[in-house]
């Protein structure tokens, strides 16, 4: 067994000796990159033993650079290969390579070095390569192998051999090199973002078989630096290559540097496109529909480790589409189970959000709302054409790994329509959106000078931009500050940014000039101000997915709060769908703000207004099930008796009622400054 | 009394080259910038939205052609070379836009044959080129690693990426050097994310041409404008994935009815006056280049620019 830690160092010492040993001068053929990799590393030209030393040093020895210099010497000295090695490869043909790759005809690097046990060990390695769209690299006895094999080589067959030494493997790195240099804008002498490109862009694994020198497991070593997987076959020990069995080698380096054969269609009875997402399905184009108050439906999506999903798995659990009743609401529960290498729990809320996208996107499905309040239509057409429940989980699973290919390695998705079983999970949804909640309670708005946008709306109201703050989420209810900030880190150009909150220019109503600046842009130039904390003057715009709208009751000098589950007629006069009518489509309408419910237990909210005391009237559902929490902080703001104050649906149901309501309990909005 | 048209616009539209002259590495009489634009076009007196260049399209395989440009051109359209040569000379429009409609042949599949006509027509003309390249997803790899190789250097505008087909065009592009025309059916939205996509895969903006889908005049152009207008005016207030300038091509205008069944000799001014004002309203719209196929239609849209804002002419070699 060779132990790597020890060949390594071995290694790396001896190519420093052997380095100061050139005399000759060189320089390969048909490049514009001298040798590519020491030349994107420090922008300098190496020609001769001293720049190659001086290159060396400034590079902290590193062995690959060392490994460069030897090779381009010895192969100056003794003249190129013959055929069939290949040696050096040539700007044109790189420019070429570069194409496939960034054009998706071929899906990663390999590079296979050493000499396999049996003969027939890397021709299925090779093979299982060339089904899976990589171009393969090789260098050392694995070539003689082949060839004796019967494996055809070439670059027409995706195996391009380098060389008869595993040092020829040097190759490989120096057309990443220039890969990096001529497609991904990385300038010689740029280190960092060259170690960027390679580990990020760079889609490349090595395979070492049993064999190698001291000088290549140094050389070998030297590319995990550039966050290439080494995965060994047998007989090494120690270090940080990944120890593989031959048959399962080529799946788990894919899987390592999270290179996969891509989704492209999706294999759905009806279309899926973003050019759907605007439109709405109406009552009487629905087939079925779940949730939206008419029964009880949710979605959640959650973590998993690699193991124990499997990709693309979509189990329905109970009644499908063919034993709904036409026109019915039907339970449902969307529960998507996710693994990825770079997968994050604090991504779990972002990406749930997506679900509201990626619904729309089917031709037949309707999605609005979040968490548990979802509300999901079928149409009667795309149930015509075949489509059933099982197949909204396929667009699900497909779009999640289409559009999150960095994030996401395996996407599974249970639908749940069996009415015990969609309550039963239902309450473990809600146990992890209130731990979801709770992360971002105790943080301040003057903690931080930057907010976030939203503006995955705009599909439906082009206008309207949310920006969400630590003490302000989103009036969905479904993106908070940390969400947001999140979101950004994961896609910078998507649908959250960030906005400098900038100079305060009203303090009481939470307006600021750079939030100001930034809705200008977002909008399109229609919204010119925006009052974080206030109702009355330049409120937020509403999008339409809001869990619930503040509004002002002038004839009571107050303002009230409903939220979307609540079907009656409030005191304003109007439902709340009349309302959502009123105020949506990213429109400013001052004296009506939509928000999310827990904003109502915040410390900003009402703030312009004068704070919470203004509240006067909530459905009773909604103050039940903000009891307990909103009774606490009324506590600690010395408004113990606050609570009852609040007048509900069964205190007052019009206007009047509940003037005479307020008069009663001595509510304190009654005595505060007139809002208008 | 004109009023003056400030409307308080904060975003610039992408400048991007087309051509390369000797200095610049290729081998062009002239190249362009087009873009740039602060403002609506035609309002400006200084020249920060000069007038749209004209570009003349032709194509390598004949018979697919208009009926109405080949009894028009007569012979010329069977040699590619003699075609490009009188467009530039006769016809003289800014930039010829050669259309590769030999690959729509069935089982089309002289890819290398295709290299050999992008080289003739660039040794024919010296204006910069625009080329369109295969229709068929199957061969799109290998038509524009083609393209791109034949005009490495001349810094080309090529055409067309979709959002469901773009990486063999966006690959042409950063191995060669070339800008790539993107193009969404009428959708400002969809415009929006395809400019994205070609971001993501590292196509610089300035090197992103948006093709909004251009309808006839009559048959949708006003989907089309509307189109543009939004694009545009997302652009102006700041929006940098819209911020590219535009290219417009009615091809529709010369197979729709009123121009299919003219009277025999009326046919050619109607297929011109279709084309000419197609044309004039996608540059009022904001279009900075705009594509014909009759060859009449060239000067008489030269016209109708200078006379829309007497400061702008055809632009001098850079």
């Given at each position: 067994m060779t132990d790597v830690e020890l060949a390594k160092k071995r290694g790396e010492e001896h190519l420093k000796e052997t380095l100061p040993s050139i005399v000759k001068t060189f320089a390969y053929e048909d490049t514009a990159y001298h040798l590519p990799i020491s030349y994107a590393l420090t922008g300098t030209a190496v020609h001769d033993r001293n720049t190659a030393l001086d290159v060396f040093s400034r590079t902290g020895s590193n062995p690959i650079v060392a490994s460069e210099c030897i090779l381009a010497e010895k192969t100056a000295a003794a003249g190129k290969e013959q055929a069939p090695y290949t040696g050096f490869i040539g700007d044109t043909v790189i420019r070429k390579l570069g194409y496939s790759l960034v054009d998706g005809s071929i899906l990663g690097l390999a590079l296979i070095v050493g000499s396999p046990d049996s003969p027939g060990t890397a021709a299925a390695i090779c093979r299982e390569l060339q089904e899976k769209y990589m171009l393969t690299f090789l260098a050392g006895p694995v070539i003689p192998s082949l060839l004796n094999n019967g494996v055809k080589l070439g670059l027409d067959y995706r195996l391009v051999p380098l060389g008869s030494a595993p040092l020829y493997g040097i190759h490989f790195v120096d057309i990443i090199a220039r890969v990096a240099m001529m497609f991904g804008g990385v300038t010689p002498g740029d280190t960092h973002r060259l170690l960027a490109y390679a580990a990020e862009r760079a889609k490349a694994i090595v395979i070492v078989f049993p064999g190698l020198s001291d000088d290549e497991v140094a050389l070998v070593d030297g590319m995990r630096v550039l966050g290439f997987p080494i995965l060994s076959i047998g007989d090494y020990t120690g270090g940080s290559w990944i120890p593989a069995a031959a048959d399962g080698v080529v799946r788990k380096g894919m899987e390592e540097k999270g290179i996969r054969v891509n989704v492209t269609a999706i294999p759905i009875p009806m279309g899926c496109s973003p050019a759907f997402e605007g439109k709405s399905i109406r009552k009487e184009e629905m087939y079925v529909e779940f949730g939206g108050g008419r029964s009880t439906a949710f979605e959640l999506l959650r973590m998993r480790t690699a193991g124990e999903i499997k990709d693309g798995q979509v189990t329905v659990i109970g009644p499908e589409i063919g034993s709904m009743k036409e026109g019915s609401a039907n339970p449902l529960g969307i529960v998507i189970d996710v693994a990825g290498k770079t997968m994050k729990k604090d991504y779990e809320p972002v990406l749930e959000r997506r679900i509201h996208n990626f619904v729309n996107y089917g031709e037949g499905s309707w999605h609005v709302a979040q968490r548990d309040l979802i509300w999901v239509r079928l149409s009667k057409e795309a149930v015509a054409k075949g489509v059933k429940i099982e197949h909204l989980g396929k667009l699900l699973a497909s779009k999640f790994r289409m559009d999150f290919p960095q994030l996401l390695d395996a996407v599974a998705v249970t639908l749940i329509t069996d009415p015990a079983k969609v309550e039963e999970a239902k309450k473990e949804a809600e146990r992890v959106y209130e731990e979801r909640d709770a992360r971002i309670r105790g943080m301040k708005d003057a903690d931080v000078s930057t907010y976030y946008s939203c503006t995955l709306c705009q599909t439906f109201a082009p206008n309207h931009v949310c920006v969400i703050t630590p003490e302000r989420p989103a009036l969905c209810g479904a993106i908070s500050w940390l969400d947001g900030k999140i979101a950004y880190e994961m896609s910078p150009s998507g649908a959250n940014q960030p906005v400098e909150k900038g100079a305060v220019i009203n303090a009481q109503n939470g307006e600021f000039d750079g939030v100001n600046r930034f809705i200008r842009k977002a909008s399109h130039g229609e919204i010119e101000r925006c009052s974080l904390y206030s109702v009355m003057e330049f409120p937020m715009t509403c999008c339409g997915c809001f869990e619930a709208i503040a509004l002002m009751l002038p004839e009571v000098n107050g303002i009230m709060v409903v939220n979307r589950e609540f079907k009656g007629e409030t005191p304003s006069g109007m439902s709340f769908s009349t309302l959502a009518g009123t105020i949506g489509g990213g429109a400013q309408t001052p004296g009506f703000a939509g928000i999310s419910k827990n904003y109502i237990l915040s410390d900003r909210f009402l703030q312009g207004e004068?704070?919470?005391?203004?509240l006067v009237w909530m459905p009773s559902q909604l103050k039940e099930e903000l009891k307990d929490r909103l009774r606490k902080k009324l506590a600690e703001k010395g408004l113990e008796d606050f609570f009852d104050k609040i007048a509900d649906e069964t205190k007052a149901k019009t206007i009047e009622e509940l003037m005479v309501y307020l008069e009663k309990v001595a509510h304190p909005a009654l005595a505060m400054k007139p809002l208008v | 009394m004109v009023p003056e048209a400030q409307f308080g616009w904060t975003g610039t539209i992408e400048g991007v080259t087309l051509g390369a002259t000797k200095a610049e590495?290729?081998?062009?009489?002239i190249s362009y910038r087009i873009g740039g634009g602060k403002?609506?076009?035609?309002?400006?007196?200084?020249?920060?939205?000069p007038s749209p260049l004209i570009a003349y399209e032709l194509c390598d395989y004949a018979p697919l052609w208009s009926p109405i440009v080949r009894s028009y051109c007569g012979d010329l359209v069977d040699s590619l070379p003699e075609w490009t040569k009188t467009a530039e000379t006769?016809?003289?429009?800014?930039l010829i836009r050669l259309h590769l409609n030999s690959t729509r042949q069935r089982n089309f599949s002289d890819i290398p044959g295709l290299g050999k006509t992008v080289e003739t027509v660039l040794s024919a003309t010296g204006l910069p080129l625009i080329i369109e390249g295969s229709n068929e997803p199957k061969i799109d790899s290998e038509v524009f690693q083609r393209c791109g190789e034949s005009g490495q250097g001349e810094r080309l505008l090529l055409g067309t990426a979709e959002a469901s087909r773009y990486r063999s065009i966006a690959a042409a592009a950063l191995a060669y050097n070339h800008s790539v025309i993107a193009q969404s059916p009428i959708d400002v939205n969809l415009a929006k994310q395809l400019n994205i996509l070609l971001k993501e895969i590292g196509v610089p903006r300035d090197h992103i041409v948006i093709d909004p889908y251009t309808g006839a005049l009559g048959y949708g152009f006003e989907y089309s404008y509307s189109a543009m207008e939004r694009i545009r005016f997302a652009a102006l207030k700041g929006d940098t994935d819209l911020a590219m300038p535009i290219i417009c091509s009615a091809a529709d205008t010369l197979t729709i009815k009123e121009v299919r069944e003219a009277d025999p000799a009326m046919q050619d001014s109607v297929a011109v006056s279709w084309e000419l004002y197609t044309g004039i309203a996608a540059a009022a719209a904001g279009a900075e280049i705009i594509c014909v196929r009759h060859p009449a239609t060239i000067g008489m849209l030269r016209q109708a620019f200078t006379s829309m804002n007497a400061n702008t002419v055809r632009r001098e070699v850079e």
């Open positions: 004068g704070g919470i005391e203004r | 590495g290729g081998t062009r009489c403002n609506l076009p035609f309002l400006d007196r200084d020249s920060s939205s006769t016809y003289k429009p800014d």
